[in-house]
């Protein structure tokens, strides 16, 4: 080595140990608290506030620092707050060799009793917006941009290549408070106690950050406490950003809540968005808000700026969405049974969701007692077309409308047993002429207010769909294999064709539905074949008293979804025909059998155990006004007689008014099908009256004797006329005969 070379690292070497020894020596010998009212004063004439700086100090070696204690920043004139900022603690080092190779290094950075106030005066002018437009001198602020392309794009590449090699100790930042009043809106808030804790950051490495605060306003959000910790990674020079082990927790104050409170929680094994590719993806979340918890094992989306589509498997945990209704102060439709309906609800699918479309497939739902598979497709949020494909095994609608209004007749109890021994051939005892029928049957159903099912939001709804129904129970009715094509637009729903087993039978229909008016609508145009009546009708109208194969095709309308309301607006015509069956509660042989001891004067026969009457066939025509039926056509066959009948029932008041004519024949006659019209015998009136549940069933014997009297009397004149006239052309055969004899004698 040359004595020249020598000598100049001596001179570098002693150069650099003056600079550590004046950057060792200079803060001892500086006081920069000195610094503290020049600082001041330039504020003050920059932005017309006050600064106060409790304590400045500072440091140049190893580490560049500076530390800075109970700072305060005056607010802007015609606020409220007398600060705007306020910090006990401010401490940030940078460590000074590695900065000459492009490289910052941070030790931890401290922040302790920060407070800041923003405000919003009634104008909505901020009190940051004055240090806005104070940052920047008018001169410069009118001087054109100068053009010097290449040094910026230099110190770009230097400020990237030191953040790329960023370093950073940690982060803490304790007992801060952020507080915004915005007059303008009335709209007041505050976080305190913000906790902060960074861990060491080293890019393309995962660091730990932990933070807590409390939330205070005025919105529907009185209070709440807040935690959130998580591993990032932070990959700036491929914008690709990890979050791992993420875990959020929050207990609200609220006036929402009937408890007050609402208790939330979000977890997730990791998080990963990589902005180049414009994805984002997501496992094993956990989401829980009080007693509901949600979560997805996996969240893919792409497309993350430009048009975002996720997809999840979606598991919703069982839960009340009654409870949660009234944990919402809520008002749900009043159910028939509440205790059991809308009590427990759990869901599982894979999801796909865009912006404007919504796609759940493998669809698992679970409400109550009911489960339904399917899958369902939403497009175009702004105005829902709903598609789906869905299929339940067992459902009992009855329990999700709603009750029997107070008073109502429309559904009694099962007839017993001891009732139907109670049916009597003959006129109960009443008050003076009074009906039979009760005074309750008679009574008008008392109304009460209850909330209406939110029908009205179904018309801005598109749906094209099938659900099937294993078992489905409405309107007590029981039916099997359901199926039902359900199309709608806006709010009007028409099912064709409904198809399902019905009793041991089939139905098919064409329901129309109008979610529309304030009161629905339907129309249904429907028919049964050969389903059994005794199940039907016990189911329909707790009325067992009809068994055979029932016929029916019919035309209705109603309005309403209780079945209270459908009763009293039922409209339309039936048309019935009843096969091979009985009719419970009244015995027509025995009617005959009694009839002949009265005429013939002989005791009468004992009564039946059984009072049943069988029939080959009832046919008839009903019509429907307003919950009450008519029918003046009916025409029944039985081995022994034949009847027709006409009269009325109320389906309100659950009552009868029908008369019968019944005539008696040979089984021989009754088997050739000869017709009640061409049967040449006397009828036995029976008037039938009451409730549906007991029927007052009384023959008229009287009438029938009159008739049978008046038939006998009719046959003694014929017989009377014939003899008279025998004997008047007997003696008028005896005075021609003497007349002629008489003439003889005379020309003798």
Known sequence: ???????????????????????????????????????????????????????????????????????????????????????????????????????LKIDRIVIDGLLLNLEKNRKGIGNWEDLRQGQTPKSAQQAPPRQAPDPGRRKNVTLGKMLAGLTLAGLNLSQARINWDDRSTNQHLSLSDIDLQVGRYTAGKPFDIETRLTYQGSGPIEKARLSLSMSVTADMENRRLALRNIKAEQALTTPWLKSGTLKTGFTAESLVADLDSQTLEATRIDIRANHLQLGSQKLTVTKLLDNPVGVMTLKVHAFSPRAIADELGLSLPVMADEKNTLQRLSLQTRLRAGTSSLKASDLRLRLDDTTLKGRLAVTDFSRPDIRFT??????????????????????????????????????????????????????????????????????????????????????????????????????????????????????????????????????????????????????????????GMANVSASLKMRGLSSTQIMHSLTGKMKLAFLDGAIRGINIPQMENRLKARLQGQPLPAADSEERTVFSSITGNLVFTNGKVLNNDLHAAMPHARAIGKGSASLIDRTVDYRLWIKFTSQITGQKGTRYEDMDKAALPVHITGSFERLNIKPDFDNLARQLLQRELKKEEQKARQRINSEVDKKRKELEQKARDALKNLFK
């Open 1 to 103: 080595m040359t004595k020249a070379l020598r000598y100049l690292l001596y001179t570098l070497a002693g150069i650099v140990l003056l600079v550590i020894v004046v950057a060792l020596i200079l803060p001892l010998v500086i006081d920069p608290n000195d610094f503290r009212q020049p600082i001041s004063d330039e504020v003050k004439s920059r932005t017309g506030r006050e600064l106060a700086i409790g304590r400045i100090s500072f440091s140049l070696f190893p580490w560049l620092g500076l530390s800075l204690q109970d700072l305060e920043l005056g607010n802007a004139p015609g606020f409220s707050a007398r600060e705007m900022v306020r910090l006990k603690t401010l401490n940030v080092h940078v460590e000074l060799m590695p900065l000459f190779h492009q490289q």
């Open 390 to 547: 869905l299929a339940a095994d067992a459902l009992d609608m009855d329990r999700y409308l709603p009750p029997e209004e107070a008073g109502s007749n429309a559904r009694k109890p099962a007839t017993t047993k001891a009732q139907l021994k109670k049916t009597s051939l003959t006129k109960p005892a009443t008050s003076a002429g009074k009906s039979p029928t009760t005074k309750t049957a008679q009574t008008t159903p008392h109304r009460t207010d209850r909330p209406a099912p939110p029908l009205a939001a179904l018309a801005g709804f598109d749906i094209n769909g099938l659900l099937t129904v294993q078992k489905l129970k409405l309107t007590n009715l029981r039916l099997q294999d359901v199926r039902m094509p359900i199309r709608s637009k806006q709010g009007r729903f028409r099912i064709e064709p409904l198809s399902a087993r019905l009793y041991g039978g089939d139905i098919t229909a064409d329901v129309v539905f109008d979610a529309r008016p304030s009161i629905p609508t339907t129309s249904i145009t429907l028919a049964l074949n050969r389903v059994r009546a005794n199940p039907l009708l016990k189911d329909l109208i707790d009325n067992d008293k009809l068994e």
